[in-house]
């Protein structure tokens, strides 16, 4: 490669590193609930998503190492060729009883869920209505199945309603920047009313929200009826890895037999079905994680509140509070990290320019003195 070739190719860097865009990962050199260590300092994690810890339940982590021993660490080829395992079957059953649906599909992830849903009910110039603040695989899905993406203010329904019918209504459930819910009822009967299928991704409800876990839909008291096709990740509150759409027998045979992101993929490691089906089973009987998850979101919002923090209203564990300007947001991060806090700093154009922010996620594994350092490191790094 020449060294004006190379120029060319490193310039798009210089671009994002000028404009405060660059990204590098960050490893952590171990991590034991929400205390890790990052290049070799001893950090507390506000921004993950592991809400009710499950991540190293001992029940969750217990089940994935012996069916590692039982089934090996791969599956070995895709779903349709020989993929497909006993625990495959069997957490797909349970979970549409769980859910109350009559079949679910197990995907590799929620990004490859939604491309998959999608494509399967919406082709090319086929309307797929959505909320502005969707995740970005509804919003991807839309467009690599060639259909007509079309979005709605956020969470205005009179807007969505000037945009209907279509082949295809998403949404949210738990929107994941803002951290508000989508509401679902009035979505539920718009999609009714319009005779429109109804998609609700509910990555960041299932588990934290509703009865039993079920999510932001049931929290809404809504059922299969209103939403024919949910969308559950398991690697939030879950704690585990990959997702599971939820739909009538039909749909979920549709998936089966046109989801390109399902067809054309390796199976998950059927150890990993396991560790989610007991997941699920813990989430079951984990209302006081739940309780102790509200307790801190609580706590966090009263204290924020005390020392006039800008947070975004929201009732769920993902807590935004806003620092414009990418630059300013980047170096509010950093602070917070020298104070021995790992929190996200959210840039444009992944929210609206103006409205960059500090994208906190709490979990029960923090504790009360945990939640008021991070307000006091907060304040500091707002002034």
């Known amino acids: 490669m020449s060294t004006q070739q190379a120029a060319v190719l490193e310039d798009p860097l210089a671009q994002l590193k000028a404009a405060g865009l660059y990204r590098q990962n960050k490893t952590l050199s171990q991590r034991q609930g929400h205390q890790a260590m990052l290049d070799g300092r001893a950090v507390t994690l506000f921004c993950s998503n592991d809400y009710l810890g499950l991540s190293q339940h001992p029940e969750v982590v217990r089940a994935l190492q012996q069916s590692a021993d039982d089934w090996g660490v791969g599956s070995g080829a895709a779903h349709l060729i020989s993929g497909h395992h006993g625990p495959h079957a069997e957490l797909e059953e ?7 649906y009559e079949a679910a599909l197990l995907f590799s992830t929620g990004y490859m869920a939604n491309l998959g849903v999608i494509s399967t009910f919406a082709g090319r110039h086929d309307v797929v209505l959505q909320d502005k603040l969707n995740h970005a695989s509804l919003l991807d899905g839309a467009k690599l199945a060639g259909a007509k993406l079309s979005r709605y203010r956020h969470a205005d ?17 738990v929107f994941s920047m803002d ?12 999609a009714k009313q319009q005779q429109t299928p109804l998609l ?3 990555a960041h409800g299932f588990g934290a929200l509703g009865p039993q876990g079920r999510g932001s839909v049931a929290a809404a008291g809504l059922t299969a009826a209103d939403v024919p096709l949910q969308l559950c990740t398991l690697g939030k509150a879950g704690g585990t890895f990959g997702a599971i759409l939820l739909g009538s027998r039909s749909d979920i045979e549709r998936c089966v037999n046109t989801a390109r992101s399902y067809i054309y993929t390796t199976a998950l490691p059927a150890a990993m079905a396991s560790a989610s089906l007991a997941a699920l089973n813990v989430l079951r009987r984990a209302d006081d994680l739940r309780q102790k998850l509200q307790a801190n979101i609580g706590l966090f919002r009263q204290g924020s509140e005390q020392l006039g923090l800008p947070l975004l209203a929201s009732s769920t564990a993902i807590q935004p509070l806003l620092v414009p300007g990418n630059q300013a947001v980047m170096a509010a991060s950093q602070q ?16 609206a320019v103006g409205a960059e922010r500090l994208r906190i996620t709490l979990s029960v594994d923090h504790g009360e003195d945990d939640i008021n350092r991070l307000l006091d490191a907060l304040a500091e790094a707002c002034k």
């Not at 329904?157 to 459930?173: I, V």
Request: glycine share 8%; charged share 20%; aromatic share 6%.
């Open 200 to 202: 609700v991704d509910d």
């Open 157 to 173: 329904m009179q807007h969505a309603a000037t945009k209907l019918p279509a082949k295809l209504l998403a949404s949210d459930g």
């Open 179 to 190: 951290g508000d819910i989508a509401p679902l009822a009035e979505l539920a009967a718009l």
């Open 336 to 351: 917070l990290l020298e104070a021995g806090f790992l929190v996200t700093a959210i840039r444009s154009p992944t929210v």
């Open 94 to 100: 349970a979970f549409a009883d769980f859910m109350g």
